[in-house]
């Protein structure tokens, strides 16, 4: 039991949250932007106990923030597999996880969420459509002290790998920091609606 106490890090044993990001085969850059295969530092590829999930250190990054406290923590990043997707009954109880709810009866839409120890940090609400093959980003959420870390863009990345062959359009949400995020995602917004939302059981 005080294993399992102390490995939550509730009372912060592991230190700061790090950013993440979706996992990709080959990471050639940090979060700032230096090249990571150039050999001109040690790749260091640190597993954090906090997620449960591998990642990689910049040691460039890692001397400019020891210089400046006040520099945000973009040194160490961790990886997440956008395509493992665990079942809400299946899903393990530690780390940094993703939870795939499937749609309501009759609706398209379908939900994943991201959960840090069993906890429900983040959400995506997506609707595709396997007849149209176009599917609407429709609603991202996450926890106010979980900002900041990459978890939205994380949660648009799962949300596109159920359907990555599909037409991906995206709502222009209101507010100066919901559009800042939308911005950054590569999706028009939606044209042609699909005329099959909330018939599926009936179409
Ligand atoms: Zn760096
Ligand atoms: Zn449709």
Do not use: N
Request: glycine share 10%; with cysteine.
């Amino acid at each position: 039991m005080i294993g399992e106490a102390v490995r939550s890090g509730a009372r912060g044993e592991f230190g700061a949250l790090v950013p993440i990001r979706p996992a990709v085969k080959k990471t050639e850059k940090c979060l700032r932007g230096h090249w990571l295969t150039l050999d001109l530092y040690d790749k260091l590829a640190p597993f954090s106990q906090r997620y449960r999930l591998h990642g990689w250190l910049c040691e460039v990054c890692r001397g400019q923030e020891v210089c400046d406290p006040e520099a945000r923590r973009l040194a160490e990043w961790a990886l997440l597999d956008v395509t493992a997707q665990h079942a809400p009954d299946a899903a393990p109880g530690g780390g940094l996880v993703l939870v795939a709810y499937p749609p309501a009866t009759g609706t398209l839409v379908g939900r994943i969420a991201l959960h840090l120890d069993g906890t429900e940090v983040g959400t995506v609400t997506a609707s595709p459509c396997g007849r149209c093959r176009m599917a609407t980003l429709d609603y991202v959420h996450v926890a106010a002290e979980y900002r900041r870390l990459g978890f939205g863009r994380t949660l648009v990345a799962a949300a596109v790998a159920r359907a990555p062959s599909y037409r991906w359009t995206a709502p222009l949400p209101d507010g100066p920091v919901a559009q800042s995020f939308r911005a950054r995602i590569a999706m028009r917004r939606a044209g042609l609606s699909c005329v099959h939302a909330g018939v599926l059981e009936r179409g």
